[in-house]
């Protein structure tokens, strides 16, 4: 007959594993609950910045929208052919008011440059601006001279006349030409301000669903322990 035979493990030493489970079990477990803890801070602080936000939304929005239609109305101020600078000197003043209010109301709107921007923006409108009037006065001035001797019939001087009216008035489009790409550098200006605006309005929810997940994970792992 044939006998089979087995070999048989040694049963565990079940005193190592109580000495383990007793040297790092408490450890352990401390520090779970202190990394649920952290995790459990870290998303209630979020959402105490999110609430936060969705206080500040009216006071912020109606910010936003006074500077919107600022920098609408500066870019009107630019008509092709001429520049409105007591236009552009009366937003300026707006401009201002209206950032020291952003600046209490939006988180990253601190140590701003865009007054100092628009300062040097309007004083170089204004030289340039100068500079056409000037060359306009003078163009008029020719036109008049010119009637005078349309009147005499004197060709020879209306020659002369059309043709130091004709210079004047291709440096006045190129005064104006000038003037107009100031326009271009103090919109990237502007807006950068906007868009920093534009993203402290933009509320995310999700953590508040983060911690209902985890709250609804931990009730559960309680009940199956």
């Not at 008029?140 to 006349?161: C, F, G, Q, S, V």
Request: a neutral charge; hydrophobic letters at 35%; glycine letters at 4%.
């Amino acid at each position: 007959m044939t006998v089979y035979s087995f070999a048989c493990s040694t049963p565990d030493n079940w005193s190592n594993w109580h000495f383990l489970a007793k040297t790092f079990g408490p450890g352990l477990i401390a520090g779970t609950i202190a990394l649920m803890a952290y995790r459990v801070a870290s998303t209630q602080k979020q959402i105490a910045t999110n609430k936060y936000n969705l206080d500040m939304f009216d006071k912020r929005w109606s910010v936003f929208e006074n500077y919107h239609d600022i920098i609408d109305n500066i870019s009107k101020c630019e008509h092709g052919d001429h520049i409105s600078v007591q236009g552009l000197e009366n937003l300026g003043n707006n401009l201002e008011k209206c950032i020291i209010k952003s600046e209490k109301v939006f988180e990253s709107l601190y140590d701003n440059h865009v007054i100092a921007e628009y300062a040097i923006f309007l004083e170089e409108a204004k030289i340039i601006t100068k500079s056409i009037n000037e060359l306009r006065d003078k163009s008029l001035k020719l036109e008049r001279e010119k009637t005078l001797y349309n009147a005499n019939k004197d060709k020879n001087i209306m020659y002369e006349l059309d043709s130091q009216i004709s210079k004047l008035q291709d440096q006045i489009k190129d005064k104006n030409a000038l003037c107009i790409k100031l326009f271009p550098k103090i919109g990237d200006v502007l807006l950068d301000l906007y868009e920093k605006m534009d993203n402290e309005l933009t509320v995310p929810h999700k953590p508040y669903e983060t911690l209902l997940d985890k709250i609804i994970k931990f009730i559960k792992y309680k009940n199956i322990r």
